[in-house]
C-alpha cells in the first residue's frame, strides 16, 4: 500500500532527527540535508532503511540528489509502485 506524503515525510523526520539527536520539531522538511550534519554514511543507512519500510529500492545519495526532506518525499511519491 502507497504511503502519503505526511507518512513518509514524518518517517523521514522522525529517523534524522533521532540520528543527528535533535528533537523532530527542530526538523523542517524544507531544509537543506546538509543542515542535519549527518555523514554521508548515516544517510545510507537511512535510506536503506527507509527502503525496507517503503519496500521500493531507492538511490544510496537520493537526500543529495533531492536536498531536502520534502523534495526526496515528493520523489518517493511520484515514482511509488501502483
Do not use: C, Y
Request: avoid cysteine; hydrophobic fraction near 45%; proline fraction near 2%.
Amino acid at each position: 500500500m502507497n504511503k502519503t506524503f505526511t507518512e513518509i515525510s514524518g518517517w523521514i523526520t522522525e529517523s534524522i532527527a533521532r540520528h543527528a539527536e535533535m528533537d523532530p520539531s527542530q526538523v523542517q522538511v524544507d531544509a537543506d540535508i546538509t543542515n542535519f550534519r549527518l555523514d554521508s554514511l548515516i544517510l545510507v543507512n537511512i535510506t536503506a532503511d527507509l527502503e525496507e519500510w517503503l519496500g521500493m529500492e531507492l538511490s544510496p545519495s537520493i537526500f543529495w540528489e533531492m536536498g531536502t526532506i520534502a523534495a526526496t518525499t515528493q520523489w518517493i511519491l511520484e515514482n511509488q509502485e501502483v
